[in-house]
């Protein structure tokens, strides 16, 4: 799996400070969407050993609160692989102390036997849609068609 970003400071992607993975691919093409250039599976760079160390080492600091997973999609099932290798890592690591947030086009009823929603405390699903786009701050979701559904929330 390939990634366009990874941000160890994260106030945008989920609540308080987080670390936020944007996993390359997806083959939704939602028009309007706001990283057209995670689109390609080949975008980035290569997800690493060293690059899920250096995630799980952003991840030790008291003040961060989770990790986000982004896109592109990381349900793509080009990405599910690693992704559940990432999530793994994260509860073996840190338990639920930690929570995990993870964006995708795909409604949960379409996804919902995925493994690596075992390990997912929030899932924001469905597509982009430009003409539903949310103008206000503050929502996790870019169109009122998406939604923010508790999955197994850190306790």
Known sequence: MNYIGLSTCDTANGPGVRVSLFCSGCTL?????FNEESWDFGAGRPFTD?????????LEEDFVEG????????LEPENRDEVLRIV???????????????WTGRR???VADCPVLEYVDVLVDGPYVEKLKVHEKGCWFGSSNQRVIPLHPAG
Do not use: Q
Request: charged share 25%; proline share 5%; aromatic share 4%.
């Open 50 to 58: 060293e690059t899920l160390a250096t995630l799980l080492k952003a």
């Open 29 to 33: 093409h939602c028009p309007g969407c």
């Open 67 to 74: 990790l986000s997973l982004l896109g592109g999609d990381p």
């Open 108 to 110: 949960h009823e379409k």
């Open 88 to 102: 793994r890592a994260v509860r073996e690591r840190f338990g639920n102390t930690k929570t995990i947030w993870l």
